[in-house]
């Protein structure tokens, strides 16, 4: 059962590691809170800033991929 699967791959991931199950499984409003979350946390880490500009280019959103939640 893939829903089972993707439990047991986000039971045993990290914070960073679970955005990226998010993605492969589609799960779009997954994936933008879980890096959000993390961009929050942690905002000048590189790893999840690199991540969080890629899922936004990938869907269009140059623009605003940059930019800090302050702004």
């Given at each position: 059962?893939?829903?089972?699967?993707?439990?047991?791959?986000?039971?045993?991931?990290?914070?960073?590691?679970?955005?990226?199950?998010?993605?492969?499984?589609?799960?779009?409003?997954?994936?933008?809170?879980?890096?959000?979350?993390?961009?929050?946390?942690s905002p000048n880490d590189a790893n999840?800033?690199?991540?969080?500009?890629?899922?936004?280019?990938?869907?269009?959103?140059?623009?605003v991929a940059t930019k800090s939640f302050s702004e």
């Amino acid at each position: 059962d893939s829903e089972a699967q993707l439990q047991e791959q986000l039971a045993a991931a990290t914070p960073l590691e679970k955005a990226s199950i998010y993605g492969r499984a589609g799960l779009w409003y997954e994936t933008v809170a879980t890096l959000a979350s993390l961009r929050e946390v942690s905002p000048n880490d590189a790893n999840i800033r690199m991540q969080w500009q890629e899922l936004l280019n990938s869907v269009g959103l140059e623009k605003v991929a940059t930019k800090s939640f302050s702004e």
